[in-house]
């Protein structure tokens, strides 16, 4: 992907990439719901492919956004943004996540997030790892972060893309129902097989 003078930050090959390797067309005249989104390029892409976007982040945007039509920013934090938005029963088409938070807790986010997210919706979100050490697998966090994505998604894929650093990108799809939902002693219905070298380096792709 070629820099170009509208971009805002480097994080957009990130998503440009995933809608291509995953194969996924942003819907036109839909809402979306960027979660983190200063200073504003994947709330950028999105306007660009004709949604409304509600842009939740604490900091400013971009001044060569901030004034869009179709624009709503937020200034607050997701867990927030969340909880009114799920008392109004705000619906979106797309969700997407590039905040830098552990990936376990940006997967709890993601799974309040299932019940903002139309039926025929999907979350495009990027999950960042630690390090490996002697204490710490990056694969261990990894797992534990799609079964909780498991538990509310019906489809789960993740892969390590080329923009991608100590992260992989995630795109959930298939809100469940609260019926449909395993209960916590369960582990998701869709299992999600997980490549890693023999080595437990952080993991080249998920599929």
């Known amino acids: 992907f070629a820099q170009t ?5 480097r994080a957009e090959f990130k998503l440009l990439e995933a809608l291509e390797v995953f194969d996924i067309t942003l819907p036109k005249d839909a809402r979306a719901l960027d979660l983190g989104a200063a200073p ?3 709330t950028r892409l999105l306007l660009d492919a004709g949604m409304s976007v509600v842009a939740v982040d604490p900091a400013n945007l971009d001044p060569r ?3 869009r039509k179709r624009l709503e920013h937020y200034r607050g934090y997701a867990e927030n943004y969340l909880e009114g938005a799920l008392r109004r ?10 905040m830098r938070m552990d990936a376990r807790e940006a997967a ?9 997210l139309q039926t025929d919706g999907f979350v495009v979100s990027v999950f960042k790892l630690p390090h490996a050490t002697r204490e710490i697998n ?3 966090t990894l797992k534990e972060a799609m079964r909780i994505l498991n538990e509310r998604y019906g489809i789960v894929r993740a892969r390590q893309l080329f923009h991608n650093r100590q992260e992989v990108t995630v795109v959930a799809a ?3 129902l609260m019926k449909e939902r395993p209960s916590h002693n369960m582990g998701g ?5 997980v490549h890693a070298s023999a080595t437990g380096s952080t993991p080249n792709h998920t599929a």
Do not use: M, Y
């Not at 003078?5 to 930050?9: L, T, V, Y």
């Not at 619906?91 to 997407?96: D, E, G, H």
């Open 5 to 9: 003078s509208e971009q805002i930050s």
């Open 40 to 42: 504003g390029g994947w």
């Open 65 to 67: 956004i901030v004034r």
């Open 89 to 98: 029963h705000n619906r979106f088409a797309v969700i997407v996540n590039d």
């Open 108 to 116: 709890r986010l993601l799974a309040k997030a299932s019940d903002c």
């Open 138 to 140: 990056p694969l261990t």
């Open 174 to 176: 298939q809100p469940l």
């Open 189 to 193: 219905r869709h299992v999600t097989r």
